[in-house]
């Protein structure tokens, strides 16, 4: 049996250690988490723009 949890990204399950990181791999980090943040805006807009859609579809 699964859940709708089980397609959400574990976040926290694997905590960075921060003070093991140079400044350098902190700046790359924090780059990486920019391109993840874009990337699901982008879905976020898809489904929302694929919801209004289907809304529109069934309105009377």
């Known amino acids: 049996m699964t859940s709708d949890d089980d397609d959400?990204?574990?976040l926290?399950?694997?905590p960075v250690n921060f003070d093991s990181m140079s400044i350098a791999?902190?700046?790359e980090y924090?780059?990486?988490l920019n391109e993840e943040?874009?990337?699901t805006k982008e879905i976020i807009?898809?489904?929302e723009a694929a919801q209004n859609a289907a809304?529109?579809?069934f309105k009377t």
């Open 45 to 47: 807009a898809k489904k």
């Open 55 to 57: 809304a529109g579809f």
């Open 25 to 27: 791999d902190l700046h």
């Open 37 to 39: 943040i874009e990337k």
């Open 30 to 32: 924090i780059a990486a």
């Open 8 to 10: 959400k990204p574990a």
């Open 12 to 14: 926290g399950k694997n």
